[in-house]
C-alpha cells in the first residue's frame, strides 16, 4: 500500500508562490498505472480537486484555479511536487497529496495533510 | 462542472441507530460516486467506490446505493467511531468534485 507524506512551508506571503512535496513510498510513480493530485480544504470547509498527474507526462487541473496550479515530478526521488502562484487568504487550507484509482476519479490513498496559511 | 449537493447538512443521531445520508449529482455520474469518513484533524477516507463497493478495510456496517444523479450512504448501526463529517464525490467527469459535506454528531 502507498504512503504519502506532504511537505513544504506553513507560511506563505501574499502574492508570492505556495510550493509543496508529495513523498511517496510503497509503491513508484515512475511505473504506477495511478495518478497522483492534490486537494485542498479551507478551515472548516470542504475539499476541492487541485490536479493529477500521470507518470507518462500528463497533467490535469481544476479550472476553478485560473491557471495558477502547476505540478511536476522528480521520478528520481518517487516525489510529486504543487506550486501554486499569487496566492490570496482564499488559498488557505490544508493541503493533501493522494493517489488517483486508474479506473476512475475516486481517492484511495492519501497523506495526512499539511495547513498552508497565507498571510502577510 | 458536476455541482454535488449532500442533506442533510447535520444530523444528531444515537449510537446503535441506522444513519441514512443524500447526494445528489447536478448532472447524471452513472454509478461512478465515492464516500468519504473525515474525522477531525485527519484526512479523509474513501469507504464507498463504485456507488456500492466498499474500499478495502470497510466495516459491513457502511453501504451505499443510487445511480445517476441520486445515491444514498447508510450505516446500520451508528458506532462511537462513526462520528465524523461524510463527503460524496462524482468520479465520472473532470473536475472531480465533492459534496459539502454531512456532519454525523452525537445526540
Known amino acids: 500500500q502507498p504512503q504519502l507524506q506532504e511537505s513544504g512551508p506553513g507560511l506563505v506571503k501574499p502574492p508570492e508562490t505556495l510550493s509543496l512535496t508529495c513523498t511517496v513510498s510503497?509503491?513508484?510513480?515512475?511505473?504506477?498505472?495511478?495518478?497522483w493530485a492534490w486537494i485542498r480544504q479551507p478551515p472548516g470547509k470542504g475539499l476541492e480537486w487541485i490536479g493529477s498527474m500521470y507518470y507518462t507526462g500528463t497533467f490535469f487541473y481544476n479550472p476553478s484555479l485560473r491557471g495558477r496550479a502547476t505540478i511536476s515530478v522528480d521520478m528520481s526521488k518517487n516525489q510529486f511536487s504543487l506550486k501554486v502562484s499569487s496566492v490570496t487568504a482564499a488559498d488557505t487550507a490544508v493541503y493533501y497529496c493522494?493517489?488517483?484509482?486508474?479506473?476512475?476519479?475516486?481517492?484511495?490513498?492519501w497523506g495526512q495533510g499539511t495547513l498552508v496559511t497565507v498571510s502577510s | 462542472e458536476i455541482v454535488m449537493t449532500q442533506s442533510p447538512a447535520t444530523l444528531s443521531v444515537s449510537p446503535g441507530e441506522r444513519v441514512t445520508l443524500s447526494c445528489r449529482a447536478s448532472?447524471?455520474?452513472?454509478?461512478?460516486l465515492a464516500w468519504y469518513q473525515q474525522r477531525p484533524g485527519q484526512a479523509p477516507r474513501l469507504l464507498i467506490y463504485g456507488a456500492s463497493t466498499r474500499a478495502t478495510g470497510t466495516p459491513t456496517r457502511f453501504s451505499g446505493s443510487g445511480s445517476e444523479t441520486e445515491f444514498t450512504f447508510t450505516i446500520s448501526s451508528l458506532q462511537s467511531d462513526d462520528f465524523a463529517v461524510y463527503y460524496c464525490q462524482q468520479c465520472n467527469y473532470r473536475p472531480w468534485t465533492f459534496g459539502q459535506g454531512t456532519k454525523v454528531e452525537i445526540k
Open positions: 510503497g509503491a513508484s510513480i515512475s511505473n504506477s498505472p495511478d495518478y
Open positions: 493522494a493517489r488517483r484509482h486508474r479506473f476512475d476519479g475516486r481517492f484511495d490513498f
Open positions: 448532472q447524471s455520474v452513472s454509478s461512478n
